[in-house]
């Protein structure tokens, strides 16, 4: 199969790239603290995000969950005040309300919430109120495989189908809920379940941009003739874990240190003269080993799933160079700027309290 | 006595409560991980993980508890239990009554709250104002780890049903994935409590009633009544206003519901000036509560409050401003005299 129809490999390994900058950018200034609170990267979901948003124009709006970065930046938010907002300027992009987790931009236009679920009813909405309003227009839900045990989700798939709405779920399936693996809490499979709401379904490898770009398309050309919704599952990897910061990613890359510090209260719970039995404890190790092997071959294996090393395969080395030349220079002159505006925050600019 | 952090007590307690009652388990999102302890000590069957799934896994504890069990529904942040409101307002709060008083539901619901640590309007609410509300719900927020042993040994083995909030600026395990362990840019040392973050429990572990209010600090011209990192906000406040002349009381409610009545009224009597601080939205909630009891007591008092009167917002220093920090208390404070 080759490449699909009006695809721009380069146009696409330009916006992955862009992303990718933007989201190391932000990695980086968290761990230089100069990100408030958390920071959930979207590294590893520059394919799904650059394959759909590509479709997007105008009108079409986005319903976006914790990992919004990417998507807002595909969009062609402006990077300087996307960028104060996460680090909690009252020059960003939504006055220092939001945070990364909420970000707000009515031009685009596109709303975060980290209430996981919650992009699909508000896609939902947003595909009513298009149809009557913007006709052609599309919505478009991000959300993750976790999302899909969240009952609004569901019941928004429903309402798309029933109500036959211009809306795309996509859902981007890491095969982590927050730090517990997805498929230990879920029943079913999640692809056989979204058909059977009656969603026209398309599944994909999220690191083969030429792939989400070819699924994606069918979906929304169907969704702006009013053929009704549709559900791309796209897998992916967050080889920066639920967030920056997350113990798993941190036992993996310190084992050593984590176990010093999770092990000695384990084991003294475990010798406790009162407790479970040993089937008990011996079933808890299970669970946690488990659970440690399954992150160890995520973090090795799937981290080759790489969709800007990918995207990088369908071009000529010069186009490539040229192309991440042009993003780094851009990109980096905006982090200079933000980070000269914000200057240096161990306790991010709070001089209050009286300790 | 032993020396625990605030997390650690919390989880102390429960694993008494576990081990005194089979019937004792736990759920929520990443809790095998998050409460490894405990998973080490009961095993999976007791500790389980769930979808994110929060209004079926609190309904299910719902059902589970009048079932026989007493389970602790772990929500994460109590920002998350609204998607499962009904829960609370339609069922865990009606259904003893529903059954004529024939059927308990002894319940424990756990949740992170409150802010000061840079998490935005969607993660640092409290709304311990609104879950009091409801009939038949007991609302709590320890200020130290002694209080949080001591209040969930109570909440397991109460047979009504307890919210457990865990002041998530006192828990060990926010500050340390967001500071801490995974960055050493960052301090939130000049904000979080040292008292309130490690100190000294009692063992065996000693039960603390519901509804029971403490006294922190004794004075005479003012009274400042809170509870969680509120309690410790006051103790500042305190400190501050003894350099103007002014001794102040801090009252910790450490119960939201039960209000200890008689501690509030006492101490309004004794000092005619009561301050309020809550970290919670000023409109239908504590403040407004005790505003109420006040007057329906026809005690005389100057009154005075401060809480969160809007969305929390992300930047830090707006933060800090909406939540009702020393400043703002001691300004507050001041203008009662």
Known sequence: ?355 | MTVMRYGQAIDFALGEAMARNDNVVTWGEDVRLIHRDLLARFGPERVRDTSISESAFLYAGIGAAMAGLRPVVEIMLIDFLPVAWSGIANAASKFRDFSGGRWEVPLVVRAGCGGWYTDGGQHEQTLWGQLSAYPNINVVCPSTPADAAGLMLTAVESDEVVVFLEHQLLSEQWIDFLAGNSRTTVSFDHLVPPDGVEGEVPLPLEPVPLGQAVIRRDGSDVTLVSLGVGAHRCMEAAQVLTASGIEASVLDLRSVYPLDKDAVLEEARKTGRVVVVDEDYVRGGLTGEIAALLLEAGVTTRYARVAVEGTIPFAPHLEYAALPNAERIVTAAKRLE
């Open chain 1, 1 to 355: 199969m080759g490449l699909p129809a009006g695809f721009d490999a380069a146009g696409a390994y330009r916006a992955m790239v862009r992303m990718r900058l933007v989201e190391e950018a932000l990695v980086e200034a968290w761990a230089d603290g100069l990100v408030p609170g958390e920071y959930h990267s979207g590294i590893g979901e520059e394919g799904i995000n650059v394959g759909v948003v590509s479709h997007l124009s105008g009108r079409d709006s986005m319903a976006l969950d914790h990992r919004n970065t990417s998507p807002l930046v595909g969009r062609g938010a402006d990077l300087r005040t996307l960028m104060l907002e996460v680090m909690g300027s009252e020059d960003g992009l939504n006055r220092g309300w939001a945070g990364h987790m909420h970000l707000m931009d009515p031009d685009i236009p596109a709303a975060a919430d980290g209430i996981v679920g919650t992009s699909g009813p508000l896609a939902v909405g947003q595909a009513v109120a298009n149809a009557r309003l913007y006709p052609g227009r599309v919505a478009v839900a991000f959300h993750g495989e976790a999302a899909m045990n969240q009952g609004m989700l569901m019941e928004s798939y429903n309402m798309a189908v029933a109500w036959n709405l211009p809306v795309l779920f996509v859902c981007k399936d890491n095969k982590w809920s927050i730090t517990t693996y997805s498929a230990e809490v879920t029943g079913g499979d999640l692809v056989e379940r979204a058909r059977s709401f009656g969603l026209a379904v398309e599944q994909v490898g999220g690191n083969r941009i030429e792939d989400v770009y070819r699924a994606a398309g069918r979906l929304i050309t169907r969704a702006r003739r009013g053929k009704g919704p549709g559900f791309l599952h796209a897998s992916c990897h967050r080889p920066g874990g639920h967030f920056e910061g997350d113990p798993i990613v941190r036992l993996l890359h310190n084992p050593r240190g984590q176990a010093e510090e999770w092990g000695p209260p384990m084991i003294q719970n475990a010798r406790a003269k009162t407790g479970g039995s040993r089937g008990d404890q011996l079933a808890a190790v299970k669970v946690l080993t488990k659970r440690g092997a399954r992150a160890a071959r995520d973090y090795t294996v799937r981290a080759r799933m790489d969709p800007v090393r990918h995207g990088r395969r369908l071009l000529e080395q010069a186009a490539v160079d040229r192309i991440e030349a042009s993003e780094r220079q851009d990109v980096e002159q905006a982090v200079t700027e933000v980070r000269s505006a914000m200057g240096s925050r161990a306790t991010f600019g709070v001089s209050g309290g009286t300790r």
